[in-house]
C-alpha cells in the first residue's frame, strides 16, 4: 500500500485516522511528500516496514538558518521525519491516540544533506508493536540519500496517547 502527497497531507490535517488519533504536523514541520509503501509483513524483523520521501528543495526553510554561508538540514528533522512515520504505521494499523515521540536508543549520522540532494528516502523496519498498557511502536529508521544510509536511529519509540493523557 502507498500514500500520495495529497494523501499525506490530509494525515496532516487530523483528518485521515479519525479525529483524535495520529497526525503528521502541517507545514514546515512535514518532512514526507508521500509514502511509497507500508505494510505489517517484511522488513527486518518480518513485523513491517516503511518506506517514504522527501523532494529536498533549495527553498526549505532550514537551509536559510541552519548555517549561514554552510546550508544542510538539520540531522533533529530527518531523525524527526522517522517518528512521524512510525506515528503513521500507527495509525494505519488502526490503533488509536495522538502521537508522541517517546525516545531513541542510538542515532548515528554519516552524511549531511545539502539544498542541491534532490531527494531523500526513509525506511522503517518495525520491531514491536504493544497495545497495551498504551499503544506504542519500536522501530529502526534509516534516512537515505543517492543509495547511502547517512542516517540510523536504532529503537525509535512512538506512543499513542488518549484525550486525557499527558
Known sequence: MQFSNQQVVEMSKGKFFG???AQLPSSLMLMIDQISHISNEGGKYNRGE???DLNILPEHWFFACHFE?????PGCLGLDAL???LGVFLGWSGLE???RALGVGKVKFTGQIYPDAGSIQYKL???RIFT???PLGVADGFV???GRVIYEANDLRVGLIGKNET
Not at 554561508?69 to 538540514?73: A, F, S
Open 19 to 21: 479525529k483524535g488519533n
Open 50 to 52: 516503511l518506506e517514504a
Open 69 to 73: 554561508g554552510d546550508p544542510v538540514m
Open 83 to 85: 517518528w512521524q512515520l
Open 97 to 99: 491516540g495522538r502521537g
Open 125 to 127: 523496519n518495525i520491531k
Open 132 to 134: 497495551r498498557p498504551m
Open 144 to 146: 537515505i540519500h543517492d
